[in-house]
């Protein structure tokens, strides 16, 4: 289509980027991703509130990036991109977390999950 | 690789040997035969006519959306011929094979065919129809109908459409050549687990339906892309999202699915590919392997994937009934909503193709609901076209017929569906014949539907319409074959008969099984009237001369073009300034104005490289699937090499000068057929070649 | 339909000088969408990975919390973050139309993300070399592929950012080399976002 004359360096997704934004994004990750680890090497949490904890950080990452790197926004130049992910989350969800539901239950119900020795994971 | 398999294997040829041929098989004799004629016929006819570089030119090189569009549309219909002969060598061998008496023939003990190849048929049937088939078709329609409905030049990422094309193309090829080299799964469509994993499936079978899915769902991904962002970003002015045409909202949704649900597909393959080429343990039946994982991550696409194929069926529909009622749709806004909540509620169903796994009452009662609530937006949906044909007057044409025979399909295919949705009825009729029916109405919908579109939008691009009279011998035919096999095979799931059944073991099943076999004979005569309905349509084409808008009662933009559509669709981009844009102009006197001036239009140029990746694909395909590894290596080095080297291709197309516009849209305006590009076009490379 | 009005003196039927889209907007569009479809992927690899990360699993060798180090992989998630802030700093170069700020940020990048693969192989070898490789157990066989599907990426990226190298020299700014830099910044800055869950879910929550 025409319009290609105009400076590809004005379009609004080369003007977006900023040295503080991705700096901040980096400090923001970094720290948050600090924080789960002390979480972790200390080992005195419960395992659902200990799990729910590193979720809750991971998605305040995964937030930060979202803003800081990849710019999301309303703007007319982001919105699509915006749309599209806020449409794919649930996908996300829903796959890992109903595959998780289903072979927890499967699992118990075929009795393949002895209790007695190892730590818990997801599906226990 | 340490991996055991059966045979021998060799640096150069990898696993292939002679034996790898089944020259011995009478059956496959025959088909390489008949294969071989049609392939020397149509090489022969190309060369015998010079018409190579015309091919070269207008259609393998091609980066036209409609051109493209077609190519879809004829691999998905020879594939749909190669499906339906599989489909026919099953209900035949079940007529013979049954009971404890049945002869055989041709070295099977019951039958023609033996287990081994009769559990390769089945899957290959499954297979093409629903990835090599279906989809293509639908794609086809919907790189010829969106960018023409949404008033664009061309799709988003017009190079990159081709790619889609040639990487579909390459796997419909692999499923092809595993005809004559090799064998094919004989462990189901869906994969049958652990059956796939390389213990008890060692030969090639099962690489070349899994490298072939593989290969052309990477081509339905970037198709996915393109699809979305041309809808998103290249509809005309005034096309405001309200205005979008239902086939085109459709197409969004579908391609959403598309986006998503195929790298979960993609995932369940490559993990499968692990086990059987690295020795890994993700779904072998020992060593922490978990054979459910596969199942459900199979389901996790193939759920979504049965809507992937259903959306586009339902935008033909409501483009085919408005038109042919002479009414604007029932229910626009409806139609629209009901179309996204198919799409989001068919990622919540997907457990209900294993029901009975055992997850528990809670899980299974979850599922169960949530594909009951399927059937909400689908019942809004058929109310809608319902409503659009009631007090309409209603014109009978060969589309029109197709769309009401879907309707009648749906309404079958759903009830059935709704009793399946229950997992105690589930229970009982799981892998029974009951649940074949209750699917293949669904997917006959989708066939009924591209039978719809073809008779539909054929004039549009090739200038002429379809034999009516004809189009009506290959409709009835064709529907009624279609009741007769699956009327008696709900019959014969009630009666317990099982799914991949070689031998019918139960004598009480003979008539059912006999019903079937003359539904068969009814689609046998269909498909001999599809051939004389192109035959004849195609001699008296100078008759059946269609203009801009052949059906007289079209409402959207596509029929504003000429017929056929030059390969720059719009002399001027159209402002749109209302739904079913056309229908408006029309009933205003306004659908002949044509722009007092007309501007150079930026065209892209053609490129070779597309059909040479998917070619390279196909190689890199046949060399994993044989285990040859320098052949893999070395193609799919070329594969990048081939990517990079367009990275740097700094052919940005060209400009189409307003004084060319001006005289090809005299000559369309005169009936004269200017669909193929000028010369200059063609990029430097061909230059080269033709001197 | 009520809202359809006659058509008066103003309405007009075509859209002469119709400017249409933005192709770096299309570009990048598309490839966003291509990037949820590959975070679909890796949705379906920690699907495969919840479920195989039980003891059953296992099938007698090491279960997560024997295998993964979580500070090891603290230094990995720096790396990688750093990688991912010197691409996006050669993004703001460009901005300002700087070729060398934006080679030298790629570079530094293209170190930086050869570290952290490195880094990545080397713990996978070893855990082979106790003959604890892929194929021992359905669980090493998820952890495995989840983390080389990650690093391949990697690769993929590194491979992208070797051709720009040429590219941004040889043509400039244009349209083309712009919208690939740009999406090239979203595919590096989109391995940071699948490491975080990486590490949260395999390095952390295993541990």
Known sequence: MAGSHSDPLAHPEVRMGGALRYIAGFIS?????????????????????????????????????????????????????????????????????????????????????????QQPTLLQ | ???????????????????????????????????????????????????????????LTSVDHKKIGVMYIVIGLVMLFRGFVDGLMMRTQQVMANGPHASGVLGSMHGFLPPYHFDQVYSAHGTIMILFAATPILTGFQNIVVPLQIGARDMAFPYMNALSLWLTTAGAVLVMISLFVGDFSAAGWVGLIPLTELPYSPGVGVDYWMWAIQISSIGTTLNAINMIVTIVKMRAPGMTWFRLPIFSWTTLSTNIIGLTAFP?????????????????????????????????????????????????????????VPTFC???????????AATFAIAGVSWLVWLHHFFTMGAGPDINGFFSIATMLVGIPTGVKVFNWAFTMYRARITYTVPMMWAMFGLFLLLAGGLTGMMLAIPAVNYTVHDSVFVIAHFHCMVLLVVAAAFAGVTYWFPKLFGFKLSEAWG????????????????????????????????????????MLLVEEFGMLLYCLSLAAFAIMLVVSIRDRAKNRAGADPWGTSRTLEWLTPSPVPFYNFAMTPQVN?????????????????????????????????????????????????????????????????????????????????????????????????????????????????? | MAHQAAPGANTRLFHPGYEGHSQISARTLGFWLYMLSDALLFTALFAAYAVLDTPMNAAGGPIASQIVNPVEGFWQTIIILASVTSYSLATVAMKNGNRSGTMLGIVV????????????????????AQGNGMDRSGYLSAYFVLILTHALHMIFGALWMLVMLVQIPRYGFNEMVVARLLNLRMFWQFQATVWVCVYIYVYMIGA
């Open chain 2, 472 to 511: 009506k011998v290959f409709f009835w035919l064709f529907s009624s074959g279609t009741v007769v096999v699956f009327a008696a095979m709900f019959a014969l799931g009630f009666q317990g008969e099982t799914r991949r059944l070689d031998w019918t073991y139960n004598t009480a099943w003979m008539p």
């Open chain 2, 1 to 59: 690789m340490h991996l055991q398999f059966p045979g021998p294997w060799s640096p150069l040829l990898g696993r292939l040997t002679l034996n790898a041929i089944p020259y011995t098989n009478p059956i496959l004799q025959g088909t390489f035969v008949g294969a071989a004629v049609i392939a020397l016929l149509v090489v022969g006819s190309v060369l015998y006519f010079k018409k190579v570089g015309y091919f070269w030119r207008e259609w």
């Open chain 2, 264 to 320: 979960v597909l993609g995932v369940a393959l490559a993990l499968l590919g692990a086990d059987r080429y690295l020795g890994t343990h993700f779904f072998t039946a020992g060593m922490g392997g978990n054979l459910m994982l596969y199942t459900n991550l199979f389901w996790i696409w193939g759920h979504p994937e049965v809507y992937f194929l259903i959306l586009p069926v339902f935008g033909i529909l409501s483009e085919v």
């Open chain 2, 326 to 336: 002479e009414k604007p749709l029932f229910g626009y806004v409806t139609m629209v």
């Open chain 2, 578 to 691: 209302t739904r079913d844009e056309l229908a408006w102009r029309r009933k205003h006197g306004l659908e002949n104005a044509k722009p007092d001036h007309y501007e150079a239009i930026h065209m892209p140029s053609n490129s070779g490289l597309p059909v040479i990746i998917g070619g390279l694909s196909a190689v890199w395909g046949f060399a994993m699937i044989w285990r040859i590894w320098w052949l893999a290596a070395i193609s799919i080095l070329a594969i990048i090499v081939c990517v990079i080297i367009r990275s740097f291709d700094k052919n940005e197309g060209y400009h189409l000068q307003p004084g060319e516009i001006e005289a090809m849209e005299r000559d369309l305006a005169t009936g004269m057929i200017t669909s193929e590009q000028p010369d200059r076009s063609h990029n430097n490379a061909i230059h080269a070649e033709a001197h």
């Open chain 3, 109 to 128: 990048a293209l170190v930086l993300g050869a570290a952290f693969v490195a880094f990545g192989f080397n713990d996978l070898a070893s855990l082979a």
């Open chain 1, 29 to 117: 990750t970094v720290a948050l991703m600090g924080a789960a680890l002390i979480v972790t090497m200390r080992h005195d949490m419960a395992y659902q509130s200990y799990v729910e904890l590193v979720g809750g950080l991971a998605f305040l990452a995964l937030l930060s990036q979202a803003v800081l790197y990849y710019g999301l926004d309303i703007s007319k130049a982001q919105i699509w991109k915006s749309v599209s992910l806020i449409l794919t989350v649930p996908l996300f969800i829903i796959t890992v977390g109903l595959t998780v539901w289903m072979f927890q239950s499967l699992d118990h119900r075929t009795m393949l999950i002895t209790t007695t020795f």
